[in-house]
């Protein structure tokens, strides 16, 4: 299968939904905490994919600004899941060149999950292969809104300002990012759940029935080839 990528045709930013760890535990009747255990090690194949790809940007759907209404318990352990990934995972992203980002409402995390992002970011700063994203407390309608308030602190400042599509995008959390060529789904659900609602306007969309924690490198590598042998007009006439 990654023989039959075409390299000259790659999307150069790739976003994931990750969804399914909890049906993955249900169906096996586990505590949901052993599907997110198996779901980060399904991070680290679609992070391999992408890296063996020579794909740019890669952008996870973490933890969304919903996810705060689970059980206390759960979202305890979803945070100390996240700090070890971070330091696991540190070594590996250090050696394979990777440049770690995040976008969301960082300052709403606990202390202990900044500090140790912060590590991660400072460490990742000066890599130059893959830039992987992720969405920490992420709401793409938060986000508009937190564009649009800087948008208008600005005005105030300066007295005017044309507001345009290039001013929005550059107010957004993914201001340095190119947006998603391709969208990936997992757990067979058809909607954006509040990601990247602005950025994904032209976003070619792959959804599959694999729940996240079974997410392997082929699955990435069928979506590009999906994704390759679409026609991507942006609106335009075929």
């Known amino acids: 299968m990654l023989a039959q990528i075409d390299r000259e045709r790659l999307p150069r930013h790739i976003a994931i939904i990750m969804d399914g760890n909890g049906r ?108 992987l994203t992720l969405a920490l407390n992420y709401g793409s309608r938060a986000e508009l809104a937190d564009a649009f308030s800087k948008l208008a602190m600005q005005m105030r400042k300066n007295g005017k300002m044309e507001i345009d599509e290039k001013a929005i995008s550059r107010s957004l959390y993914t201001q340095d990012l190119p947006d998603p060529d391709l969208l990936i789904r997992t757990s067979g659900e ?13 976003a070619e969309l792959w959804v599959t029935e694999t729940l996240w924690p079974d997410f392997r490198r082929r699955d990435l590598y069928q979506a590009v080839l999906d994704y390759q042998k679409r026609e991507r007009r942006y609106g335009g006439l075929g």
């Open 24 to 131: 993955w535990a249900l169906k096996r009747k586990l505590p949901r905490i052993y599907g997110h255990r198996a779901g980060m090690r399904a991070v680290r194949q679609g992070v391999e994919a992408c890296h063996r790809l020579g794909v740019s940007y890669l952008t996870l759907y973490a933890f969304s600004i919903e996810n705060w209404k689970r059980p206390p318990a759960e979202v305890k352990l979803l945070m100390t899941l996240l700090r070890e990934y971070l330091k696991k995972e540190m070594e590996e992203m250090q050696r394979e060149n990777i440049h770690l980002g995040v976008i969301g409402r960082i300052h709403e995390l606990p202390g202990a999950v900044r500090k140790d992002l912060q590590n991660a970011l400072a460490r990742t700063r000066s890599n130059t292969g893959l830039h």
């Open 190 to 202: 058809m909607r954006l759940s509040n990601f990247l609602l602005w950025q994904a306007a032209y």
